[in-house]
């Protein structure tokens, strides 16, 4: 199980960092992901962090402005945002990848003034 808080809404350039807790199977063993679906558009890879947090990777449209990072002792990853635009808004999902595959059920995000 995954579940995302942190969520809300925030003006531009602002910043959030949003929680994925994950319970039920050994997280430090999976690979994790945030993703981000704006309404009207497809789900979207955000950044994707290695099990062991030493490997991350990041959207082109998100480099320099957001953080993943992972706590294996806590099974949490998380996600700074700052320099918040109103094109970051969505609803956000956490998602889990190894044996399995495990999908949160998403935090929305809203940038606005």
């Known amino acids: 199980q995954l579940v995302e808080s942190g969520g809300g809404l925030v003006q531009p350039g602002g910043s959030l960092r949003l929680s994925c807790a994950a319970s039920g199977f050994t997280f430090s063993n999976y690979a994790m992901s945030w993703f981000r679906q704006a309404q009207g558009k497809e789900r979207e890879l955000v950044a994707a962090i290695g099990s062991s947090g030493g490997r991350t990777r990041y959207a082109d449209s998100v480099k320099g402005r957001f953080t993943i990072s992972r706590d294996n002792a806590k099974n949490t990853v998380y996600l700074q945002m700052s320099s918040l635009t109103p094109e970051d808004t969505a609803v956000y999902y956490c998602?889990?990848?190894?044996?399995?595959?495990?999908w949160g059920q998403g935090t929305q995000v809203t940038v606005s003034s």
């Open positions: 998602n889990a990848r190894g044996s399995y595959e495990y």
